[in-house]
């Protein structure tokens, strides 16, 4: 096992329900997207990889070492949790701060450390104001100070931008770049699949607790590619286009999911964007336009989740 | 328009220790709770009670007590004051029910506990903050009381300051128990109402069916070893040299120690194996 992150089998279960269902992923330095619906199983993995969850099956290593209480392995890492569970009466100077001392470190370095953090993230001018007071992504932006303030090798992020205003995101995932970019791994989850998109390319697709597609976004268009690839094309004369598509060997399905729409579902995409100039011009069909509803992340999830 | 923000870079920094790390988790507590007003009025009016009613028997020990001996068993007097009983109880249940399930209820323990800290430090922590506040009304009056005495020249130096060590002893042993008792209630819920409601229910739950009990028409003393504050009474009776005590204090030292020990235990194992789940 060499990733950042190793999990092979990984099941969990609370009582009947099913957190985890033999989950198994390499995530490798870097930072490496969790993507999947609420429920999924991203934040009883972040649990398990933050030692407060015990799996009841499989192995996990996270920096090489099994997590599940090991005290040292939690100097290396920081965490931000999905859920509200800041101290309302703390103002965000001293949450950070105080959360900086639960890993050792003196009080004049604390300050000063809890100061640089909050003003990495944009709170410097609300940092001595109780945090009952801030919005929901000032929160987000407190919880990912205290997160990175200590300095770790790697950032477990759970739904980082949720609630955030514009303005917290650019600065968010700007300040996830930057710990990327000084050699720190960064673990985030989200359910929103275009964040994700926009600070990296790897990607874990996770869905009823199974890691259903991982590795480079790009490798998974290919896995997809393998796949019936949707393509609809905007045309009046949806009946005579389909009949005259179905002559292709790779079409797998046509639909008129509307009066001038046609939906096509081909296993060779490429073949297919190659051939259809050609009938389109020997049949003298009229076609006003086309788009592929898996062009983006959001769709190659909904088609592996299904 | 362009925005310009700081820039993350990585440094090794040194780390302090263990000692340092569970002060924080104090640090932390302690301020929190000297900002509720419902704790800062119970320490006021318990310790304020406790300490006035100790200091009214000793003044007026001849008007009230006709017959107590002026010795070392006159201080059972103020160690059984019942406002100690209830003013225990009622800072167990407004500060330590809060403690573990406040966190459990926040997920605040997910942030503790992902920073290198162990479920021990965090209990000690805990505890450390507990402790203290209980004692402010378990064993400060009690200590205070003899001193008092002896400025007041009712009493030698001799007697009191072993009725001050006796006083101290006998108050902290009933600190422990409420401590490891009101955590472990903590532990087990993620209500505090539900925790408190536990505390009060250890505390007159068990004293008043067992005071009921022991009296007549049942005539059963050994009831009385179920109740926290009878066992602390019977140890106090024997400590101070008091006489009358319907139960062995042997066995409610025992008992005492027993179920400090086993609430403390216990609390560890659950901290130990709770799994933190959020939605």
Redesign the interface.
């Given at each position: 096992m060499t990733g950042v992150v190793e999990a092979a089998g990984i099941s969990k279960w609370?009582g009947e329900v099913l957190g985890l269902n033999g989950f198994s992923a390499s995530f490798g330095p870097g930072i490496t997207g969790l993507v999947g619906p609420n429920g999924a199983g991203k934040?009883?993995l972040f649990?398990l990889l933050?030692?407060?969850?015990?799996p009841d099956q499989g192995t996990l290593r996270l920096l090489g070492e099994n997590p599940w209480?090991n005290?040292?392995v939690?100097?290396r890492?920081g965490?931000c949790?999905?859920?509200?569970?800041l101290?309302g009466?703390?103002t965000g100077q001293?949450f950070v701060e105080?959360?900086l001392?639960?890993?050792?470190?003196?009080r004049s370095?604390a300050e000063k450390?809890a100061e640089?953090a909050l003003?990495?993230v944009?709170l410097s001018s609300a940092a001595q104001r109780p945090t009952r007071t801030y919005s929901r992504g000032m929160r987000q932006r407190a919880k990912l100070a205290?997160a990175?303030a200590?300095?770790p090798e790697i950032l477990i992020l759970d739904e980082p931008l949720s609630g955030a205003d514009p303005?917290a995101r650019?600065?968010i995932l700007?300040?996830i770049s930057?710990?990327a970019?000084?050699?720190?791994h960064v673990l985030m989850s989200t359910h929103v699949l275009y964040e994700i998109e926009r600070v990296t390319n790897n990607i874990v697709l996770i869905n009823n607790g199974k890691a259903i597609a991982s590795g480079d976004i790009r490798s998974i268009r290919a896995l997809i590619d393998e796949h019936p690839h949707a393509v609809r094309l905007e045309t009046p004369q949806p009946r005579q286009l389909a009949q005259a598509l179905a002559r292709m060997d790779h079409i797998v399905s046509l639909e008129i999911p509307e009066d001038e729409a046609l939906l096509v579902r081909t296993r060779k995409p490429d073949a297919f964007y190659r051939e259809l100039p050609a009938i389109v011009a020997d049949t003298r069909l009229e076609v006003r336009g086309l788009e592929s509803p898996d062009d983006s992340l959001d769709a190659v999830f909904r088609y592996l989740v299904g | 328009m362009s925005?310009s923000?700081?820039?993350?870079?990585?440094?090794?920094?040194p780390?302090?220790?263990?000692r340092?790390?569970v002060?924080?988790?104090i640090?932390?507590g302690l301020?929190?709770e000297f900002?509720r007003p419902a704790v800062l009025v119970v320490i006021g009016i318990g310790v304020g009670v406790t300490i006035i009613t100790s200091i009214v028997v000793v003044l007026f020990a001849g008007v009230f007590l006709q017959g107590q001996p002026l010795d070392l068993s006159f201080f059972f007097t103020p160690a059984s004051n019942g406002a100690i009983l209830f003013f225990v109880t009622l800072m167990a249940s407004v500060v330590g029910s809060a403690l573990i399930a406040d966190d459990l209820q926040?997920?605040?323990l997910?942030?503790?506990?992902?920073?290198?800290?162990?479920?021990g430090d965090y209990l000690a922590a805990k505890a450390a903050i507990l402790a203290p506040m209980i004692s402010m009304i378990a064993v400060f009056p009690l200590v205070l009381t003899p001193l008092v005495a002896a400025l007041l020249g009712s009493f030698s130096w001799t007697i009191a300051l072993e009725a001050i060590g006796l006083s101290f002893l006998i108050g902290s042993l009933f600190t422990a128990f409420y401590t490891a008792a009101t955590l472990a209630l903590s532990s087990l819920t993620r209500r505090k109402s539900y925790a408190a409601a536990g505390v009060f229910a250890l505390t007159f739950g068990l004293t008043i069916p067992a005071e009921i009990l022991a009296g007549p028409p049942f005539n059963n003393p050994a009831v009385l070893y179920a109740s926290p504050w009878e066992n602390y009474l019977a140890v106090a009776r024997a400590a101070f040299g008091a006489t009358g005590a319907p139960i062995d204090w042997r066995w409610s030292l025992a008992i005492l120690l027993a179920a400090t020990a086993i609430a403390a235990l216990a609390t560890y194992l659950r901290m130990?194996?709770v799994?933190?789940?959020?939605?």
């Open positions: 609370y934040s009883t649990k933050i030692g407060q969850l015990h209480n005290v040292p939690k100097r890492l965490y949790p999905e859920h509200n569970t101290y009466w703390l001293q105080a959360l001392r639960l890993d050792g470190m003196p370095q450390a640089d003003k990495l944009g205290q990175l200590h300095r303005l650019v600065q700007r300040t930057e710990f970019k000084a050699g720190g | 925005i923000l700081p820039t993350y870079t990585r440094r090794e920094m780390l302090l220790g263990r340092h790390r002060r924080a988790i640090t932390t301020r929190r900002k926040s997920m605040a997910t942030l503790y506990l992902s920073r290198p800290i162990t479920e130990k194996f799994e933190v789940v959020s939605g």
